[in-house]
Structure formats: C-alpha cells, structure tokens
C-alpha cells in the first residue's frame, strides 16, 4: 500500500521524507520528521503515534536503530507495522513486522532508507534507494526523483493515488509540506508539479515568516 524514502542531507541537516501509497492521504498519517531531530516513516498498516514516540526517543538522545525498537515495544500489534526511521547523525533503522502486506523490501542507504509494502517487485525499493544515492542537489528535488525511481520500476501492486513531500530545516514548522491527497492516476507526477510550482518560492515564504518587513510583494489582488 505505501512506498517511501526517508533521508537527511548532511550539508544542510535537513530531514525529508517522500511517500506514496494506494490509500487516500498518505501524507496526513505516515510521514513525521522534527528540524535537528530525525524523520520518521510509519506505514503499512499504520499507527500514526509511532512516528512521534519515535521522534520522541531520538530527541532523547537514543540512536535511530534504538528509538524505533523503543517506540515499536510500546505496541503491541507491531507485528503490523512497518516503520523506517533517521537520526541527525545519519543513522537509519527499519522494520517490517511479520504481518506486514504483500511483497515488501526495506533498504538501507547512505544517509536515507527506503522501505515498502503490497510491492510489485522488491526492486522497487532498491531503485529508490539508488536514485537517491546517485542524485545531486536540494533534498527534496533528490526525494522526487527516489520516488518517481520506484513508481517507474513497477511501484506498488496496485495503483498508487496519494503521495507527499515533507522536509523540515531550521525552523519549528515544515519548509516544505506538499501533498497529493487524492490523484486516480499518477500522483507522484501531481506531486512533481506542486514542487516546481513552489520550489521558487520557498524562500520568499521563510523570509515572509521570519522578518516581514523584507517580504517580496505577494503579487495578489489588494496587494498593490
């Protein structure tokens, strides 16, 4: 039902998470990350609260491998989940419990993880991962490209009608919070286009945030 790639960018410290799943909203109940923290991925047959009880053991100084078996020991129906997880220091863990759906691959990289379940092939999940290892460039614009790696290697068994993109940096709010709630085909084109349409304005919106005064013109109507 879900595939997803969950990374940070050592140059930057930002965390990001790309996901898309067969379900409505992936991006409302998988993807948890926190600037400075880590990023956490909670799917399958997901249990939302993971991603912050996970999120809440790295902030407590535990490593990514030794949060997630912290949070996952507090649920008893682990079994059903799958769950991937990073630190600040590039450390990835992840699980797939025995009830987990389908074909499904997990796969550590250097510096993301990928994961995923109901799966076409467990090549999807390698690609992803690959992708991302051989790309250059923002987080998110690197995210995308894992994503759309793993939909054009087959994907998920089904079709996929939901994706997001969430990336936290330096602030206490999401730089980017895209989502795809509902598309009948190829959400993760959807996706890519919401990213070109915000991308060159990403920053006009943090600095919106931080110091109005030196806010570019919103460009709308009473805004003369």
């Known amino acids: 039902m879900t595939i997803s790639i969950t990374a940070l960018c050592p140059d930057t410290g930002q965390f990001g998470i790309a996901i898309s799943s067969s379900s409505i909203a992936v991006g409302a109940r998988c993807p948890w990350l926190q600037a400075g923290v880590g990023?956490?991925?909670?799917?399958?047959?997901?249990?939302?609260?993971l991603g912050q009880k996970t999120l809440d053991q790295l902030q407590a100084g535990l490593t990514a491998d030794k949060a997630l078996k912290a949070a996952l020991a507090e649920d008893k129906f682990s079994a059903y989940?799958?769950?991937t997880a990073i630190d600040a220091h590039g450390n990835v863990a992840c699980f797939s419990g025995s009830e987990t759906l389908g074909i499904h691959h997990m796969v550590k990289g250097f510096n993301c993880v990928?994961?995923?379940?109901?799966?076409?092939?467990?090549?999807v999940i390698d690609a992803m991962v690959s992708a991302f290892e051989e790309s250059t460039g923002e987080l998110s614009s690197r995210l995308l490209i894992a994503l759309n790696a793993g939909v054009e290697a087959g994907g998920e068994a089904g079709p996929e009608h939901s994706a997001a993109l969430k990336v936290v940096d330096d602030y206490t709010w999401p730089l980017v919070d895209l989502r795809v709630d509902w598309a009948d085909q190829d959400p993760v084109g959807e996706l890519a286009k919401?990213?070109?349409?915000?991308?060159p304005q990403m920053l006009a919106y943090v600095t919106r945030a931080l110091d109005p005064r030196q806010a570019p013109s919103y460009g709308v109507p009473g805004d003369e």
Request: proline share 3%.
């Open 39 to 49: 990023a956490v991925s909670s799917q399958n047959i997901t249990l939302p609260a």
């Open 194 to 199: 919401l990213w070109q349409e915000y991308e």
């Open 114 to 123: 990928a994961a995923g379940n109901m799966l076409s092939d467990k090549t």
């Open 81 to 83: 989940r799958q769950v």
